[in-house]
T-cell receptor, first 113, second 112 residues
Framework: NAGVTQTPKFQVLKTGQSMTLQCAQD?????MSWYRQDPGMGLRLIHY???????DQGEVPNGYNVSRSTTEDFPLRLLSAAPSQTSVYFC????????????FGQGTRLTVV | QQQVKQSPQSLIVQKGGISIINCAYE??????FPWYQQFPGKGPALLIA?????SEKKEGRFTISFNKSAKQFSLHIMDSQPGDSATYFC???????????FGTGTRLTVIP
């Protein structure tokens, strides 16, 4: 089983560029989410989805867009990259919300210069 | 505002020793407290979790102690091994909620 797959693993962007971080899971999980991990701040929720066609904002949504057209895929879009978005991004999926185990991808390390 | 406070930031323990990481929270609505383990270059993975109807949960060398009145919980790693060297995150959530609130992480190094 692949679990949660994120691409790319590394990316360097120039300020103002746009890009999409890809996330796919093969566990038929309804709940998917995006986190960013910054030194000294733990992981913070950017956006989440409770099923295909349904998305909502987390703690730090500004500068990011998401969509969920299928159960398997949950891409994260940076519309106009800023240096403050330099971070490690993790996609996660789980069977449900709250009490269930979250399965994380291996992360995308993004640098905005 | 950090919903879950974690300490220490880093921890160095001799092989065979006990590693202890502490977390505290304010929101009394939280009712699920997992610990995640993260190795370099990998995503976090669930290590162990507890709900507040019990004060302790043990899985092998890993134990969560939970103090509901103090709103604190801790991870104890007994007989720490070099393979336990990783970053550990505590987290909190509640049933039906959309967010896991993570602590800031503890980098554990176990010296052979």
């Amino acid at each position: 089983n692949a679990g949660v797959t994120q691409t790319p693993k590394f990316q360097v962007l120039k300020t103002g560029q746009s890009m999409t971080l890809q996330c796919a899971q093969d566990m038929n999980h309804e709940y998917m989410s995006w986190y960013r991990q910054d030194p000294g701040m733990g992981l913070r929720l950017i956006h989440y989805s409770v099923g295909a066609g349904i998305t909502d904002q987390g703690e730090v949504p500004n500068g990011y867009n998401v969509s969920r057209s299928t159960t398997e895929d949950f891409p994260l879009r940076l519309l106009s990259a800023a240096p403050s978005q330099t971070s490690v991004y993790f996609c996660a999926s789980s069977y449900g919300q709250g009490w269930t185990e979250a399965f994380f991808g291996q992360g995308t390390r993004l640098t905005v210069v | 505002q950090q919903q879950v406070k974690q300490s220490p930031q880093s921890l160095i323990v001799q092989k065979g020793g006990i590693s202890i990481i502490n977390c505290a929270y304010e929101n009394t609505a939280f009712d699920y407290f997992p610990w995640y383990q993260q190795f370099p270059g990998k995503g976090p993975a669930l290590l162990i979790a507890i709900r507040p109807d019990v004060s302790e949960k043990k899985e092998g060398r890993f134990t969560i102690s939970f103090n509901k009145s103090a709103k604190q919980f801790s991870l104890h790693i007994m007989d720490s091994q070099p393979g336990d060297s990783a970053t550990y995150f505590c987290a909190a959530s509640r049933r039906g909620a959309n967010n896991l609130f993570f602590g800031t992480g503890t980098r554990l190094t176990v010296i052979p």
